[in-house]
Nanobody
Framework: QVQLVESGGGLVQAGGSLRLSCAAS????????KGWFRQAPGKEREFVAA????????YYADSVKGRFAISRDNAKNTMYLQMSALKPEDTAVYYC??????????????????WGQGTQVTVSS
């Protein structure tokens, strides 16, 4: 079992930056594929970014490509999402997730077994 806890959300003006963290406990995070998803009010959960367990490959939704960066620190059992050039449409609850290594495409939320409780990101215009 892996327990995930997000932090780093908050209120920021458009054009600003935030860094989200996802701390894992229970088991080593290192051997899991990891991802970030978000859900805005009245909308379905959507994929944001993912990183393979090895760290060798990252994936991004088109809407955040070039603005967001996913990374992980194995020594700290933590994953990050650096968000820059934030837009009001980035406002959502952000969730981190983890899954056993899988060939399923990383944007498939149903393939992730472990989820954090979410952290609110609000971008004002």
């Amino acid at each position: 079992q892996v327990q995930l806890v997000e932090s780093g959300g908050g209120l920021v003006q458009a054009g600003g930056s935030l860094r989200l963290s996802c701390a894992a406990s229970g088991r080593s995070f290192n051997s899991y594929d990891k991802g970030w998803f978000r859900q805005a009010p009245g909308k379905e959960r959507e994929f944001v970014a993912a990183i393979r367990w090895s760290g060798s490959t990252t994936y991004y939704a088109d809407s955040v490509k070039g603005r967001f960066a996913i990374s992980r620190d194995n020594a700290k059992n933590t994953m990050y999402l650096q968000m820059s050039a934030l837009k009001p449409e980035d406002t959502a609850v952000y969730y981190c997730a983890a899954r056993s290594v899988s060939a399923v495409v990383p944007h498939n939320g149903a393939s992730y077994a472990y989820w954090g409780q979410g952290t609110q990101v609000t971008v004002s215009s």
